[in-house]
């Protein structure tokens, strides 16, 4: 199976990181040690919505609660709960750490 590629445009310089299988989005953004503000980490709360700039995610059988459907429309995603189903590339999270 190809490994997916997360793009992070919000860095400079830009970065692109590999998605493990198996995990969500934001496991490998911290795994890399990517600044990102997590909670529940089960989609409920909202606080690690993120910009999908390009690309498609999957939830699987979970559930987005914590993303309203401006939010959606307005392209943000939970990494929390996501995978990369092909590459993506996201912009700077909307809360960011202190």
């Known amino acids: 199976m190809q490994k997916k590629r997360i793009g992070l445009s919000f860095l400079n ?23 990102i503000k997590h909670a529940c980490t089960n989609g409920v709360c909202g606080v690690c919505l993120t910009p999908l700039l390009s690309g498609e995610i999957d939830y699987a059988e979970k559930q987005p609660h914590g993303l309203n459907d401006k939010e959606k429309q307005n392209g943000y995603f939970l990494p929390c709960i996501a995978a990369c189903k092909t590459d993506i590339v996201i912009g700077k999270p909307k809360v960011t750490l202190r």
């Open 13 to 35: 310089p830009e970065q692109e990181l590999i998605h493990g299988q198996g995990d969500t989005v934001l496991e490998t953004l911290v795994k890399h040690g990517i600044p």
